[in-house]
């Protein structure tokens, strides 16, 4: 949060309070400054510049009720959490009243360079005090197909039932002498039943929704506790409360959320530091 108060302050003291009025402004300036870092945090403060929160910070009579006003508008418009959404305005509220010494920002970044900062590793994992895990990544193509395999296997257990019936009846035919129709419901079920298994998981099939779902092709921030899982990305915020979670599934190299029977959201463990952290992670959803 300190590093983030300091580029802000210098976006404030190079560029003036107007820049954080206007989002795509803010935007531009602020890649510059935070040279590729805190992208999730960008995305964020760009929703509250959108939300006018500067002006009314400005223009407030009773800052406490103008942040809880914030924080509900921003909360209900963008589904942001509610403590992420508090600790933002608070930083904000903090450069807009000045009282975080502009003059301090040369002195206190020079002393943060003499720091041992932990810094993002592989996969840019963040833990801070509002959640028990933040995980950041996007999926691929070939991680969509392996989505689709896991789904497929889940739903075999649905068909055994209607596929014994079928290849019952067919045999029935035949043994009561309507072999020819018999035989073709045979021909049917040994071609209908292996399709609709292999067709979901064929890469061909599989690019076709791939190539159509761009928001969930972008990188997503997972911000998770035990209450709720919120997912962001550059065009999109959803909050993903614990009773709207149909249940958890798992593989060797993936967790899927699933928020309906087919429907879900992946998380791989290359998400995750290392392995280690990925293993608990499972362990965590598994008791979630």
Known sequence: ???????????????????????????AVFADYAKGEF?????????IIEAGAAKE??????????????????HDKYFIDEKICANCIDLFISIIRN????????????????????????????INSNNDYVVKGKYTLEDFVQFNKVLVKKNVKKTI????????????????GGIEFGIFLLIFDVI?????????????????FYDKDNLNKEEQIF???????????????????????NKFLFDDNSIYIMTGANQGFIIKDRYCKNQ????NLKGYFANY
Not at 7 to 15: A, T
Not at 165 to 176: L, P, T
């Open 39 to 47: 992208t999730g945090e960008k995305e964020l403060y760009m929703k």
């Open 276 to 279: 280690h952290e990925f293993i």
């Open 99 to 126: 009282d975080y010494s502009l003059n301090n920002v040369k002195e206190e970044k020079s002393q943060k360079s003499g720091m041992n900062l932990i810094k993002e590793e592989e996969n840019n994992q963040i």
């Open 223 to 245: 911000n998770i506790n035990r209450n709720s899982i919120q997912i962001t990305s550059s065009n999109m915020s959803i909050n993903i409360n614990k009773s709207q979670i």
């Open 161 to 176: 039932i209607p596929m014994i019936i079928s290849f019952g009846a067919s045999i029935f035919v035949i043994a009561i």
């Open 1 to 27: 949060m300190e590093e983030l108060k300091i580029i802000l302050n210098e976006i404030v003291r190079d560029y003036g309070l107007k820049t954080l009025e206007d989002s795509q402004k803010f935007k």
């Open 192 to 208: 209908f039943f292996p399709l609709i298994f292999l067709l979901p998981t064929t890469k061909a099939h599989c690019k076709k």
């Open 57 to 74: 910070i400005m223009n407030s009579g009773n800052i406490s009720a103008t942040k809880d006003a914030l924080v509900k508008k921003i």
